[in-house]
């Protein structure tokens, strides 16, 4: 067999290519499902956050209103115990919950204060040194003063 009779017939063989072809667009499009993979979680990350943030709030006014002052640690302590359990199951290592006493009080007769609650996402990216940062939500929370 001469070579100038072995180059025709490789050209006309097409038992490998799909394997080729799958090894080039395979590590791409597998990449692509875990990008989107990867931005569904965070969106129920970030959703978790707010509906989190809502529940904080809701606890703080409520303990307001029934005479139990509660300080800013207290309601971080709170938050990052409700972040726990259903519906929310979040990390314990990886949320925090910072609240802080605004420096303006934007509303008369009310107690201004701001939360701020943060989570470290799961990377399914990691093996490509894509790595995602924190999700964070921030809402006021208003006490309002007995009259």
Known sequence: MTIRSFLPR???DETGASAIEFALLGPIFLLLFMGVLQVG???QNYNALRGLSA??????MVQYQT???VSNSQIE???ENAAL???YLL???R???VVTTASTQRVTGATELQLVISYQLDSFLGFAGIEFPFVTYTRPIFLLDEA
């Open 10 to 12: 490789i050209r006309r």
């Open 41 to 43: 979680i965070a969106m």
């Open 55 to 60: 529940d904080v709030a809701r606890y703080a």
């Open 67 to 69: 005479g139990n002052e």
């Open 77 to 79: 302590t709170w938050a």
């Open 85 to 87: 359990g259903a519906p």
């Open 91 to 93: 990390d314990q290592n």
């Open 95 to 97: 949320v925090n919950a």
